[in-house]
């Protein structure tokens, strides 16, 4: 994949040349799926905002380092993670949120020619049943099939085996196919687009 690439450019510029610019194109290119991700726990986008610029601080104060670090995505997903947990954990003076205590925002972007003929009724049924899937599905469909992360990464940034992930992955895809018309899934491409393999 060509982000994993570019993250990967991004990764040794900055922990090789101490790279400002770099860090900044890497800001620049996970902040907004980090932000949805961390807005996922903390219900406040000014939070998320801060938890994710947070999150790049941490990055930068181990620079050094991350020549050893595999996958800088997962990574910075982790980190993030933490901090979104820590920050409820401290706002709501409560035990750390459960998966099923998470209510994920839904973002579904039109990209392409194809996508754009896909009618606003249709875009808006998708969005329906993804807002309608338990809160475990929906996490995992957006960390998957909206931020790109393969079953392994999104596996280790939930504690979740891989299995777990393949099958809530399979049950949101299920649940959203069957929450659309048969005539609108083929014409969504539904299997093509979100499939599982």
């Given at each position: 994949m060509q982000q994993e690439r570019i993250i990967k450019e991004l990764q040794l510029r900055i922990a090789l040349y101490e790279d400002v610019k770099a860090y900044s194109e890497l800001y620049l290119l996970l902040f907004n799926g980090l932000h949805r991700f961390s807005y996922s726990v903390v219900r406040s986008r000014e939070a998320a905002e801060e938890i994710v610029s947070d999150a790049f601080i941490k990055l930068w104060q181990v620079r050094g380092g991350l020549e050893k670090v595999d996958n800088l995505k997962v990574y910075l997903y982790v980190i993030t993670?933490?901090?979104?947990?820590?920050y409820h954990a401290r706002t709501a003076k409560k035990q750390l949120v459960q998966l099923d205590q998470i209510d994920v925002e839904t973002i579904i972007e039109?990209?392409?020619?194809?996508?754009?003929?896909?009618?606003?009724?249709?875009?808006n049924k998708?969005?329906?049943?993804?807002c309608q899937l338990p809160p475990q599905c929906r996490i995992i469909f957006?960390?998957?099939?909206?931020?790109?992360?393969?079953?392994k990464e999104v596996a280790g940034i939930l504690n979740l085996s891989v299995l777990t992930v393949r099958n809530q992955l399979a049950i949101a895809i299920k649940k959203?196919?069957?929450?659309?018309?048969?005539q609108y899934r083929s014409l969504l491409h539904f299997h093509d687009r979100f499939s599982t393999s």
């Open positions: 993670k933490n901090l979104s947990l820590n039109v990209k392409s020619p194809e996508d754009i003929y896909i009618s606003n009724e249709i875009i998708v969005r329906q049943a993804v957006q960390l998957v099939k909206e931020d790109g992360l393969k079953y959203i196919s069957e929450a659309l018309p048969l």
